[in-house]
């Protein structure tokens, strides 16, 4: 059973980088498309960012575009999502979302979500 554990979270100031990490259990990562998204209570989940299976291919959302950059480490089973310049607006859970056949973008849904992990930037 597919299994994604995501990392690195924590409380930040506005300016600051964070980098998120995702570790895939029980398959090779290769086999996946990965992505990220962000949730505020109350709110919509939103797309951050999705990559396709060799890494070849990103997408991000308008409002992290040229901020965030994901990325993927086969031997380690890893995706990883670098976050720069964060703001206040970046404060959600961010969950790792893994899909075989779609890569995770803005209305998709992903087959396997992880639990996610607090962001939290002040002002």
């Known amino acids: 059973q597919v299994q994604l554990r995501e990392s690195g979270g924590g409380q930040v100031q506005a300016g600051d980088s964070l980098k998120l990490s995702c570790l895939l259990s029980?398959?090779?990562?290769?086999?996946?498309?990965m992505g990220w998204f962000r949730q505020v209570p109350g709110f919509e989940r939103e797309f951050v960012a999705g990559i396709s299976w060799n890494g070849g291919a990103t997408y991000y959302g308008d409002s992290v575009k040229g901020r965030f950059t994901t990325s993927r480490d086969h031997p380690r089973n890893m995706v990883y999502l670098e976050m720069t310049n964060l703001k206040p607006e970046d404060t959600a859970v961010y969950y790792c979302?893994?899909?075989?056949?779609?890569?995770?973008?803005?209305?998709?849904?992903?087959?396997?979500w992880g639990q996610g992990v607090q962001v939290t930037v002040g002002s």
């Open positions: 979302a893994a899909d075989p056949s779609t890569i995770p973008r803005m209305n998709t849904s992903p087959r396997f």
């Open positions: 029980g398959a090779p990562i290769g086999l996946y498309a």
